[in-house]
């Protein structure tokens, strides 16, 4: 099991090599982000023991076990899957960033929450590239509203954008995605908004990670590549509770 994780560690790490010096680069500005919904705690006290030392979880009740179980190591924990506004004091417990905000109530309930704790922390705002009705993540068109409304949050640093591209075997509609994203970056950008720095594009997974650097990812985000199939369909984790807050 673990020869197999350090294997596949190598092989992700080539890959990103690759990717970025087929755009010309530097592979340090590309993070790879261990996706562990459904991994077991020893797993990811492997991965990290090899070096990585940033993890992605998707549901709150995994997020407090497994850091519990992972805490000497000490990883930057990022929250990756839908946040429901009754999960976010748990979920900054463990999270240093949120990367899935995508609507302005949560931003609210989640800005209130950190005036409560006297905290801070960094979000991206999730943006649903692909157009999908199963994915999460603001219309594209209403992206750039939505991050100048929660740049009004002092407690909450925007800190990027976050998206999951189309699953499709034409790499040319799922380039389209990255691009998109990438596209929001540069207009907000452009608007020299206070308490927004967007300089990460979380984007890119096992699949089409290679797309993703050579569309200027910062944070790729790797579960199956890297841990194997989960036995889970990644609906479970997707849009769960879609229709439900
Ligand atoms: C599961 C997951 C990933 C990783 O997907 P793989 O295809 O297993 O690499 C990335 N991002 C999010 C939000 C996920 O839920």
Redesign the pocket.
């Known amino acids: 099991m673990s020869t197999h994780i350090s294997e596949n560690l190598n092989t992700i790490h080539n890959r990103i090599n690759k990717a970025c010096e087929k755009s010309n680069r530097d592979p340090k500005s590309v993070r790879l982000l261990l996706?562990t919904?459904t991994v077991d705690s020893e797993k990811i006290l492997y991965a990290l023991n090899q070096g990585e030392s940033l993890i992605?979880e998707?549901k709150v009740q995994e997020l407090t076990e497994k850091c519990t179980a992972i805490k000497e190591l000490n990883p930057e924990v990022h929250f990756?899957?839908h946040l429901q506004s009754n999960k976010i004091k748990e979920v900054l417990k463990w999270a240093s960033c949120i990367?899935?905000v995508d609507r302005l109530e949560l931003a609210e309930k989640l800005s209130q929450r950190l005036a409560f704790e006297e905290k801070e922390i960094d979000i991206y705002i999730q943006v649903n590239t692909s157009y999908e009705e199963s994915k999460f993540g603001v219309a594209p068109e209403k992206a750039v509203e939505l991050i100048k409304s929660v740049a009004e949050f002092k407690h909450i640093h925007i800190k990027g954008l976050?998206t999951?591209g189309l699953f499709s075997s034409e790499p040319e509609k799922v380039r389209k995605c990255f691009q998109l994203l990438k596209n929001i970056q540069e207009e907000a950008t452009a608007l020299n908004l206070p308490n927004v720095d967007l300089k990460e594009l979380s984007m890119g997974?096992?699949?089409d990670l290679e797309i993703a650097i050579q569309e200027g990812a910062t944070i790729i985000?790797?579960?199956?590549?890297?841990f194997g199939e989960?036995i889970y369909p990644?609906s479970y984790?997707?849009n769960e509770g879609k229709n439900a807050d």
């Open positions: 996706a919904k992605g998707n990756i899957g990367e899935t976050m999951i997974m096992s699949g985000r790797v579960g199956t590549a890297i989960r990644d984790y997707w």
